[in-house]
């Protein structure tokens, strides 16, 4: 369904140099340097499925999309959609696409949510009986019954965001794209939209990318994942690979006022039988990190030992989240996708 | 004395900074009002072209273009924001911030346009009146630049100024009764540019209306400074107008006091 | 072709009811800002008739002439207003906000998108005036109402509508090179000013500026200069109906283009 060959996106940003001379300078000679957002990013996708897209803040993944749904073209290489290229012949393409981005609305602020898929049915030219159809199906996968009326500006986050799932899904789109959908909601209301998400893409074989920071999602919805970082793909593989490659690092934090206890008498390895990689400390002054798989050693266990052996004036122990995971990835180096 | 300038001087640096900051903005802006300044001095050129004498109404050619540059000039110094800055903090409710805080409301906002105004000077005021003095010696012949008028004009300007800004501080309390400020804002806009002579001199008006404008404030926000610069008044007068210019002053700055303790008091009954 | 026309219609039909409600909500505050902007007219007529009060004619151009071209020049400067405000929203956040995209993700065009979503009410006011003030001179002005020239009349408000719109799209398209735009369009829309008035009184470099690279003379001047003395039908009439063409070409290249080159603000 979806096919991404070796995308780069280069942006070209103006520097801007300081003061009144910087300006008059930057008039006559603007100087420009060039970033690499997106750099050679490549993966596919089969129809109905659901991808995770993850990624630090930055990493590139909304450039990546934006090109995947044709707002921004490519400086090198291609992908295709359904057949398609978004860039060619947008307005053909766009209708088989629904897009959600998760920090800014695709409503329109005054209008009356109705009314907004009245002009959103005009849009993307649905046929009356279709329409009334996949307005009870999606007023009942999203709940929009209680404030349809309702102008969009009075809509909650967790409201809005199901009235601007169902806009992108009026036209029934064979791709749905959705950035970060879950930003900003409460656990129950999170919970609602991916069981939502999950019952569409079942019942309509939808093909979903989802951008998200929260592993949940990824954990409820995707069974495979694509994670972005510095431009570059960095992981392409299902779930459960990563979580069993990195997910279940964690990381014990304390503060001690004596170091050296630390280095005599805290033995991880030999304590728990622990390989190198499964223990690996590192001390910054007074504060040291340990960070142990969860998987081979309980936390309880090495709470308890660390506490019994020495003399700790702080102590905390870390989740593994995406943006760890990423960023020992991206440390150690390990690009083990290809 | 000192003390009060160390607490208020820091939002005075404020104001020149977001001048500093918006430049660009101020510039398109000031473009966009220079052209009506032109516009009418087209208008006026071609009236005083078709006409047979060589006045209107006791104007002479130049002394109109003065007077709109002037005006223009005056209205720029005295412009003030007191109005949305007061009806903003009403609406979202943090005026009821600034009654708990130790520093005077007004002297901040004040003191923050002052460094806005600051820019004004350097930007407008300067070459504006270059230019005038330039213009009126090409025409005339003779430079005619009168420094005791001109300081008069500065004076009477400044507190053209002051009695803008606390009129609209006025104004900005009528947050507190209507839901929305923009039709207001704009009824007064409209009104208080005819009244003080923006478009057309008061002194071509009918006598009926210089008799009920001369119990009015308006003519003491623009009117008044641009006479005394063209030197229209003598002496006498322009003090006796100034004079008038510092009552109408007080009075607004009591009005505006009175209107604020009664707001606090209301908003401390009532709560947020 | 039609299809899509209806469609656009609807929508467009939709946006307007709602602008309309919201008028209603917001009724006192309409009203005040009606009167304000009828007191605002009022005065500018006052200065008019205190001029007229000295002189006979202004550059041969009597008061009620001089009122047929102050209210013509309302009458396409309202129209466009009315239909095409949201323009300025471009230059002013939209691009900058990172908010065109949703425009480019949807099976429609995005300018027709854009200046369809918003209809400005309170711009029916100016047109009140303008037709008022044309109608209350129409009397006493010497114009032909041959049947020729009623159309003319009808035909040559809609082309000078389309100047202004012009106008406010290759400004606003500068904001997707420049993230923002909105002050660029202000200064050169307040050029208009320029043509409540005769061109003639104006020097050559305004007069240039204002007749061929700015063409605000076509949307008053111009035409109704036409109307009243009947004279150069080519050049009043027919440059009118060729600016306006060429300034919407104009317009739509340079959007297009803006469109392609457009780098979406940040995520």
Same mark, same amino acid.
């Given at each position: 369904?979806?096919?991404?060959?070796?995308?780069?996106?280069?942006?070209?940003?103006?520097?801007?140099?300081?003061?009144?001379?910087?300006?008059?300078?930057?008039?006559?000679?603007?100087?420009?340097?060039?970033?690499?957002?997106?750099?050679?990013?490549?993966?596919?996708?089969?129809?109905?499925?659901?991808?995770?897209f993850?990624?630090?803040?930055?990493?590139?993944?909304?450039?990546?999309?934006?090109?995947?749904?044709?707002?921004?073209?490519?400086?090198?290489?291609?992908?295709?959609?359904?057949?398609?290229?978004?860039?060619?012949?947008?307005?053909?393409?766009?209708?088989?696409?629904?897009?959600?981005?998760?920090?800014?609305?695709?409503?329109?602020?005054?209008?009356p949510?109705?009314?907004?898929?009245?002009?959103?049915?005009?849009?993307?030219?649905?046929?009356?009986?279709?329409?009334?159809?996949?307005?009870?199906?999606?007023?009942?996968?999203?709940?929009?019954?209680?404030?349809?009326?309702?102008?969009?500006?009075?809509?909650?986050?967790?409201?809005?965001?199901?009235?601007?799932?169902?806009?992108?899904?009026?036209?029934?789109?064979?791709?749905?794209?959705?950035?970060?959908?879950?930003?900003?909601?409460?656990?129950?209301?999170?919970?609602?939209?991916?069981?939502?998400?999950?019952?569409?893409?079942?019942?309509?074989?939808?093909?979903?990318?989802?951008?998200?920071?929260?592993?949940?999602?990824?954990?409820?919805?995707?069974?495979?994942?694509?994670?972005?970082?510095?431009?570059?793909?960095?992981?392409?593989?299902?779930?459960?690979?990563?979580?069993?490659?990195?997910?279940?690092?964690?990381?014990?934090?304390?503060?001690?006022?004596?170091?050296?206890?630390?280095?005599?008498?805290?033995?991880?390895?030999?304590?728990?039988?622990?390989?190198?990689?499964?223990?690996?400390?590192?001390?910054?002054?007074?504060?040291?990190?340990?960070?142990?798989?969860?998987?081979?050693?309980?936390?309880?266990?090495?709470?308890?030992?660390?506490?019994?052996?020495?003399?700790?004036?702080?102590?905390?122990?870390?989740?593994?989240?995406?943006?760890?995971?990423?960023?020992?990835?991206?440390?150690?180096?390990?690009?083990?996708?290809? | 004395?000192?003390?009060?300038?160390?607490?208020?001087?820091?939002?005075?640096?404020?104001?020149?900074? !977001?001048?500093?900051?918006?430049?660009?903005?101020?510039?398109?802006?000031?473009?966009?009002?220079?052209?009506?300044?032109?516009?009418?001095?087209?208008?006026?050129?071609?009236?005083?072209?078709?006409?047979?004498?060589?006045? +209107?109404?006791?104007?002479?050619?130049v002394?109109m273009?003065?007077?709109?540059?002037?005006?223009?000039?005056?209205?720029?110094?005295?412009?003030?924001?007191?109005?949305?800055?007061?009806?903003?903090?009403?609406r979202?409710?943090?005026?009821?911030?600034?009654?708990?805080?130790?520093?005077? +409301?007004?002297?901040?906002?004040?003191?923050?346009?002052?460094?806005?105004?600051?820019?004004?000077?350097?930007?407008?005021?300067?070459?504006?009146?270059?230019?005038?003095?330039?213009?009126?010696?090409?025409?005339?012949?003779?430079?005619?630049?009168?420094?005791?008028?001109?300081? !008069?004009?500065?004076?009477?300007?400044?507190?053209?100024?002051?009695?803008?800004?606390? +009129?609209n501080?006025?104004?900005?309390?009528?947050?507190?009764?209507?839901?929305?400020?923009?039709?207001?804002?704009?009824?007064?806009?409209?009104?208080?540019?005819?009244?003080?002579?923006?478009?057309?001199?008061?002194?071509?008006?009918?006598?009926?209306?210089?008799?009920?404008?001369?119990?009015?404030?308006?003519?003491?926000?623009?009117?008044?400074?641009?006479?005394?610069?063209?030197?229209?008044?003598?002496?006498?007068?322009?003090?006796?107008?100034?004079?008038?210019?510092?009552?109408?002053?007080?009075?607004?700055?009591?009005?505006?006091?009175?209107?604020?303790?009664a707001?606090?008091?209301?908003?401390?009954?009532?709560?947020? | 072709?039609?299809?899509?026309?209806r469609?656009?219609?609807?929508?467009?039909?939709?946006?307007?009811?709602?602008?309309?409600?919201?008028?209603?909500?917001?009724?006192?505050?309409?009203?005040t800002?009606?009167?304000?902007?009828?007191?605002?007219?009022?005065?500018?007529?006052?200065?008019l $008739?205190?001029?007229?009060?000295?002189?006979?004619?202004?550059?041969?151009?009597?008061?009620?002439?001089?009122?047929?071209?102050?209210?013509?020049s309302?009458?396409?400067?309202?129209?466009?207003?009315?239909?095409?405000?949201?323009?300025?929203?471009?230059?002013?956040s939209?691009?900058?906000?990172?908010?065109?995209? #949703?425009?480019?993700?949807?099976?429609?065009n995005?300018?027709?998108?854009?200046?369809?979503?918003?209809?400005?009410?309170?711009?029916?006011g100016?047109?009140? &005036?303008? &037709?008022?003030?044309?109608?209350?001179?129409?009397?006493?002005?010497?114009?032909?109402?041959?049947?020729?020239?009623?159309?003319?009349?009808l035909? @040559?408000?809609?082309?000078?509508?389309?100047?202004?719109?012009?106008?406010?799209?290759?400004?606003?398209?500068?904001?997707? $090179?420049?993230?923002?735009?909105?002050?660029?369009?202000? @200064?050169?829309?307040? &050029?208009?000013?320029?043509a #409540?008035?005769?061109?003639?009184?104006?020097?050559?470099?305004i #007069?240039?500026?204002?007749?061929?690279?700015?063409?605000?003379?076509f949307?008053?001047?111009?035409?109704?200069?036409?109307?009243?003395? /009947?004279?150069?039908?080519?050049?009043?009439?027919?440059?009118?109906?060729?600016?306006?063409?060429a300034?919407?070409?104009?317009?739509?290249?340079?959007?297009? #283009? /803006? @469109?392609?080159?457009?780098?979406?603000?940040?995520?």
């Amino acid at each position: 369904m979806i096919q991404v060959d070796n995308i780069t996106k280069q942006f070209k940003k103006v520097v801007k140099q300081p003061g009144i001379i910087g300006s008059v300078k930057s008039l006559f000679n603007p100087k420009s340097e060039i970033i690499t957002a997106v750099d050679n990013v490549s993966f596919d996708v089969q129809e109905g499925e659901v991808l995770g897209f993850i990624g630090p803040n930055g990493a590139g993944k909304s450039t990546v999309i934006k090109m995947l749904t044709g707002i921004l073209t490519p400086t090198s290489g291609k992908c295709t959609i359904n057949g398609k290229i978004p860039q060619k012949d947008r307005k053909n393409y766009v209708k088989e696409i629904g897009v959600v981005f998760g920090q800014r609305t695709q409503l329109w602020w005054d209008l009356p949510l109705v009314e907004t898929y009245s002009v959103l049915k005009e849009i993307y030219e649905v046929p009356d009986a279709q329409f009334k159809k996949r307005m009870d199906f999606l007023n009942e996968v999203l709940d929009l019954q209680a404030f349809i009326k309702s102008p969009v500006r009075t809509l909650s986050l967790g409201q809005r965001m199901r009235a601007d799932i169902a806009a992108s899904l009026l036209h029934s789109p064979k791709v749905l794209f959705l950035d970060e959908p879950t930003i900003g909601l409460d656990v129950v209301v999170k919970d609602n939209i991916r069981k939502a998400i999950a019952k569409i893409n079942n019942e309509e074989k939808t093909t979903v990318i989802l951008t998200t920071h929260d592993l949940s999602d990824i954990e409820l919805l995707c069974k495979r994942i694509v994670m972005i970082d510095k431009g570059k793909n960095v992981f392409d593989g299902n779930l459960s690979e990563l979580k069993s490659k990195y997910g279940q690092m964690r990381e014990l934090c304390f503060e001690t006022d004596n170091i050296e206890d630390v280095k005599s008498k805290l033995q991880y390895a030999s304590r728990f039988n622990a390989t190198s990689d499964d223990v690996i400390v590192n001390n910054d002054g007074a504060n040291v990190s340990v960070k142990f798989n969860s998987d081979k050693i309980a936390v309880a266990d090495i709470l308890g030992y660390t506490l019994q052996e020495v003399h700790i004036t702080d102590i905390n122990v870390k989740d593994a989240d995406v943006e760890e995971i990423i960023r020992r990835l991206y440390k150690e180096g390990v690009t083990e996708n290809e | 004395m000192s003390k009060f300038l160390k607490m208020y001087t820091p939002f005075t640096r404020a104001g020149i900074q !977001m001048s500093m900051a918006y430049r660009f903005n101020f510039f398109c802006f000031l473009l966009g009002e220079i052209f009506k300044c032109f516009i009418m001095f087209f208008v006026w050129q071609a009236v005083f072209a078709s006409s047979d004498s060589e006045t +209107f109404m006791g104007f002479s050619m130049v002394d109109m273009t003065v007077y709109l540059f002037i005006t223009f000039l005056a209205g720029y110094l005295t412009y003030s924001e007191g109005t949305y800055a007061v009806g903003e903090e009403i609406r979202d409710g943090s005026i009821a911030m600034r009654m708990i805080k130790p520093v005077s +409301f007004d002297m901040t906002f004040l003191f923050q346009e002052l460094g806005n105004k600051i820019m004004v000077t350097l930007v407008v005021l300067v070459p504006i009146c270059v230019g005038v003095e330039l213009y009126k010696y090409f025409v005339t012949g003779s430079f005619m630049f009168n420094l005791l008028t001109f300081t !008069m004009f500065l004076f009477s300007v400044v507190i053209a100024y002051l009695i803008s800004f606390y +009129f609209n501080v006025c104004y900005g309390f009528m947050a507190f009764f209507l839901k929305n400020l923009w039709g207001a804002n704009i009824l007064k806009e409209v009104i208080v540019d005819f009244l003080s002579g923006a478009t057309i001199p008061l002194a071509f008006m009918p006598q009926l209306m210089r008799d009920i404008l001369t119990f009015m404030p308006f003519s003491s926000l623009s009117y008044t400074p641009v006479m005394i610069y063209m030197g229209m008044y003598s002496i006498e007068k322009s003090l006796g107008l100034i004079a008038l210019q510092l009552f109408w002053l007080a009075a607004f700055w009591l009005l505006s006091k009175a209107i604020w303790r009664a707001a606090v008091k209301r908003l401390a009954v009532q709560g947020g | 072709m039609l299809k899509t026309l209806r469609r656009m219609l609807k929508m467009h039909r939709i946006f307007i009811a709602q602008d309309l409600k919201k008028m209603m909500e917001y009724k006192i505050d309409f009203l005040t800002g009606a009167i304000s902007f009828l007191l605002g007219q009022v005065f500018n007529i006052a200065f008019l $008739w205190i001029i007229f009060s000295q002189i006979p004619a202004l550059q041969g151009w009597s008061y009620d002439e001089i009122i047929f071209i102050y209210g013509f020049s309302l009458l396409p400067k309202a129209i466009d207003h009315l239909f095409c405000d949201n323009l300025w929203m471009i230059g002013y956040s939209i691009v900058a906000k990172g908010e065109f995209d #949703k425009y480019l993700t949807r099976p429609v065009n995005p300018l027709f998108t854009v200046i369809v979503e918003k209809f400005q009410v309170d711009a029916l006011g100016e047109l009140i &005036v303008g &037709v008022a003030l044309i109608a209350s001179v129409i009397g006493k002005v010497s114009i032909h109402w041959s049947v020729l020239n009623v159309i003319l009349f009808l035909l @040559v408000i809609p082309f000078a509508t389309l100047i202004y719109t012009g106008v406010k799209i290759i400004t606003s398209a500068i904001a997707f $090179w420049t993230k923002r735009s909105g002050q660029i369009t202000h @200064v050169v829309y307040a &050029v208009n000013d320029f043509a #409540k008035y005769p061109t003639t009184i104006y020097n050559e470099f305004i #007069k240039t500026v204002i007749t061929y690279i700015i063409p605000f003379s076509f949307t008053a001047f111009y035409p109704a200069s036409y109307f009243l003395t /009947g004279e150069n039908p080519l050049f009043n009439i027919g440059l009118t109906v060729v600016m306006s063409m060429a300034i919407m070409a104009v317009s739509v290249l340079v959007w297009n #283009k /803006g @469109v392609a080159a457009y780098e979406s603000a940040g995520s």
